[in-house]
């Protein structure tokens, strides 16, 4: 399985919900994007969560394991 990696930088906003909807156009079957951001995001993830929600991409989030971290791990369905 291929993995392609994005980080987004802090604080987070409409741009980079752009940047994710430009990244996913790029992701086949059988891949998983991964999007990495800054655990104090978080919170702002919802719009990302979205766009993955209707582009029909299964999704989890987790913590990193320092705690400064946060990770969604996307594949299409």
């Known amino acids: 399985m291929i993995q392609r990696r994005m980080t987004l930088e802090h604080p987070i906003g409409l741009h980079d919900v752009r940047k994710v909807i430009e990244r996913i156009k790029d992701i086949g079957e059988g891949e998983e994007l991964v999007i990495q951001m800054s655990s104090q995001d978080s919170f702002r993830a919802e719009g990302i969560l979205s766009i993955l929600d209707r ?8 913590g990193g394991h320092d705690g400064n971290d946060y990770y969604i791990v996307a594949r299409k369905r």
């Open 55 to 62: 582009e029909d991409y299964q999704w989890t989030a987790k």
